[in-house]
């Protein structure tokens, strides 16, 4: 027992050594997300956009068809009632509307709530119920950093772990490695557990020079959410693990890392909502691990969740890199041939 835990140990070092001297490398992980959060924050920085956004909770009745008329209109259904008066205390929704119940939530601070309930009342003639909901506008750039976090994790993870051992087995380092008494177990433990620490370093850097200079909000606990990062760090780890089990060539390695995380960055949610998009498409996103992290670090952050409400997210995640890592574990091969 303690051979293996010095051999893992051994192996983390070195590549954590090797990490750290690849400067290339580590300008890219430190300065690359922290450049997006800050260049976002100013291209959106300014003015709402001149778009009024109506929540709906289920179907409109035809006395509030004439709605879908108003061309700057947007109607979002929504199911959940709280998640939408959420929405609306955040300034990210004008307006609530309920018609079954002939009510509706509307944010007096919003600049454009009073907007969306102009033209609600001078298209729908029903007597309907006003309640006001209070609360602090988030910007883009609070929005963005989860996500942003979310695809360094995906990134670090992916291509740190998937491409490496590739690499390593193209040149023959796994075959020379095979020599010793480390295991197939303990190189991928070590492996892990570099990546992990990496991503982990990076994500709070990341985080706290976004808090300091931009002045993000953390509304929940710090612990959860490097908790999040933690456990993303280890799904994104042991993904790139199953991909490069038994992979040959870095070509290949590239080309399905790239297949994989390019379409789940774009459907988790990382620069844009994907509230308003076809049904199926939210139902395949929300599957995503990626955007399982991303929305419990949201949440977290700008909604002051806490343990209970990102612990069904947290399990999933969990669950994703058990499977990963046993699956990648029985396929690994340490030659190339």
Request: aromatic residues 10%; hydrophobic residues 55%; positive net charge.
């Amino acid at each position: 027992m303690n051979g293996a835990i010095k051999r893992i140990g051994a192996l983390f070092y070195a590549r954590n050594l090797e990490f750290v001297r690849d400067r290339a490398a580590l300008v890219w992980n430190l300065a690359f997300p922290l450049l997006l959060v800050i260049g976002f924050s100013l291209i959106f920085s300014g003015p709402p956009k001149p778009l009024v956004q109506i929540g709906v909770l289920g179907e409109l009745s035809p006395a509030y068809q004439p709605l879908h008329a108003i061309p700057l209109l947007k109607l979002i259904p929504y199911d959940d009632e709280g998640r939408g008066q959420l929405k609306v205390r955040h300034h990210q929704l004008d307006l609530l509307l309920s018609p079954a119940r002939g009510h509706y939530w509307v944010n007096p601070d919003a600049p454009q709530g009073a907007m969306a309930e102009y033209l609600l009342r001078q298209t729908v003639f029903l007597p309907l119920v006003k309640e006001s909901l209070s609360g602090q506008a988030i910007r883009y750039g609070d929005w963005l950093l989860p996500g942003v976090i979310g695809m360094n994790l995906m990134f670090s993870g992916l291509f740190g772990v998937g491409f490496v051992i590739v690499r390593y087995r193209k040149n023959g380092v796994l075959k020379r490695l095979r020599a010793t008494p480390l295991s197939a177990a303990e190189f991928l433990c070590a492996q892990l557990l570099s990546r992990v620490l990496i991503t982990l370093v990076v994500s709070l850097l990341v985080f706290l020079v976004a808090y300091w200079l931009l002045d993000v909000p953390l509304l929940g606990s710090g612990w959860l959410l490097l908790l999040i990062a933690l456990v993303g760090g280890a799904a994104m780890a042991s993904l790139g693990l199953l991909i490069a089990a038994r992979i040959q060539n870095e070509e290949l390695a590239s080309g399905l890392l790239n297949l994989i995380s390019l379409p789940m960055m774009f459907l988790s949610g990382v620069w844009f909502s994907l509230e308003g998009s076809p049904a199926w498409l939210q139902a395949v996103g929300a599957r995503l691990p990626l955007s399982q992290i991303i929305e419990a670090a949201r949440a977290v952050m700008l909604e002051g969740a806490g343990w209970q409400q990102v612990a069904g997210p947290l399990v999933q995640v969990i669950l994703f890199a058990l499977v990963c890592v046993v699956l990648g574990s029985a396929m690994f091969k340490w030659s190339a041939k």
